[in-house]
């Protein structure tokens, strides 16, 4: 037997952890790139950005002078807000790798197919929790929104509702990229999937900035973790046969 042929059980862990390592840095070099990209150009930001803010301004008038049922819309307004502003952010996610053909550069990457959904996915998280932070105080302000009691909370369930309508907002993108009519697909085929995010996440938001019964926002959130697992779990398992169609 000869002995040199024999891979030593010590030198498995480490491969492990450089194809680990490898997967993850590739991870982030494209979240990285797509943030520095808007960082620069700002054209995503300017524009969702506007539309929320114009959004919340129009539902704030819409439901009239009464503090009772502007802090009763508060929560779905604030959602609402986000809900558009992402599908205008997810629509343009791939913009930059559609010129020139970068797309497919990417694709050749020695890396597997889900580290670029992972990348893209925590981009447009990021994206959308500087939205929520902005959006929030301005929703407090319009609507009576109390947020400093349960700061902590309604913290996570943006969190966790962002994340949710980031992964989704992510893999239809990537489904309609190449599409001549994604602008118009994209709503129509990522809300209907979105729909268990966005009704936990305000049921969740309207428990804790109104209500008060912490309990059943515990609830709401337990469901939107579940919700975003599933969608992490199915949407990461689907994504390499989505860009390779």
């Not at 970068?102 to 959904?117: G, M, W």
């Amino acid at each position: 037997m000869d002995i040199s042929s024999t891979q030593h059980p010590s030198n498995q862990p480490r491969k492990l952890e450089d194809t680990i390592y490898r997967d993850l840095n590739h991870v982030m070099r494209v979240a990285a790139k797509d943030i520095r990209l808007e960082v620069r150009s700002k054209a995503i930001t300017i524009a969702t950005l506007f539309f929320a803010i114009l959004v919340l301004v129009i539902l704030a008038f819409a439901i009239g002078p009464s503090e009772q049922f502007l802090r009763n819309g508060a929560a779905g307004a604030l959602w609402v807000a986000l809900a558009f502003a992402g599908v205008t952010a997810a629509s343009q996610s791939y913009q930059h790798e559609l010129e020139d053909s970068a797309f497919e550069q990417l694709l050749l990457y020695p890396a597997p197919r889900t580290t670029l959904f992972l990348g893209k996915l925590i981009a447009n998280w990021c994206f959308m929790i500087v939205l929520a932070l902005v959006l929030t105080p301005l929703c407090s302000a319009l609507f009576g929104m109390q947020v400093s009691t349960k700061l902590a909370w309604l913290a996570l369930t943006i969190l966790l509702g962002t994340l949710g309508f980031a992964l989704i907002g992510t893999f239809y993108a990537a489904l309609t990229a190449n599409l001549r009519a994604r602008e118009s697909l994209l709503p129509v085929l990522m809300l209907p999937i979105v729909v268990p995010v966005l009704l936990a996440a305000v049921s969740a938001t309207g428990e804790i900035v109104q209500l008060g019964n912490l309990g059943l926002a515990q609830d709401w959130l337990r469901l939107l973790a579940g919700f975003d697992l599933i969608y992490l779990v199915v949407c990461s398992s689907l994504y390499t046969v989505v860009v390779e169609e």
